[in-house]
């Protein structure tokens, strides 16, 4: 089967009801035919892809809680394969910690320098 394009799409998004994570994988091309999408799926037993009308909604592959650590797992994991977040933002604290750092430096050259 020939495919004009193909996209593998990882996501998440926040369950309320569960207060958790669902997480989805979703496999998407074009043929002759027409967009296809498929939703990787685990019943139990298997792991397989199930095929979804374009936008329709797509069950999450698995489900985390926030309260484990499941999530942190999966974040640090990203971060240590060099994986940042758009804005390009560290961590509120780590900057925090930085920025003190940086003005005690400041302070301490202009005292010896006696500016």
């Known amino acids: 089967m020939h495919k004009e394009w193909e996209r593998l799409d990882v996501g998440c998004f926040t369950d309320i009801a569960s207060d958790g994570i669902g997480l989805y994988i979703i496999h998407r091309y074009e043929t002759k035919e027409?967009?296809?999408?498929?939703?990787?799926?685990?019943?139990?037993?298997?792991?397989?892809?199930?095929?979804?009308?374009?936008?329709?909604?797509?069950?999450?592959?698995k489900f985390i809680g926030r309260m484990d650590n499941d999530a942190q797992r999966l974040m640090d994991t990203l971060w240590n394969c060099g994986v940042r977040p758009t804005e390009g933002k560290g961590s509120?604290?780590?900057?925090t910690a930085v920025n003190s750092h940086l003005e005690d430096m400041r302070k301490i050259v202009f005292k010896k320098l006696g500016l």
């Not at 374009?54 to 592959?61: A, E, L, M, R, S």
């Not at 509120?92 to 900057?95: E, R, T, Y």
């Open 34 to 61: 027409g967009v296809v999408q498929e939703s990787l799926q685990f019943d139990g037993e298997k792991v397989f892809f199930e095929k979804y009308p374009q936008g329709q909604y797509v069950k999450p592959f």
């Open 92 to 95: 509120a604290g780590q900057l």
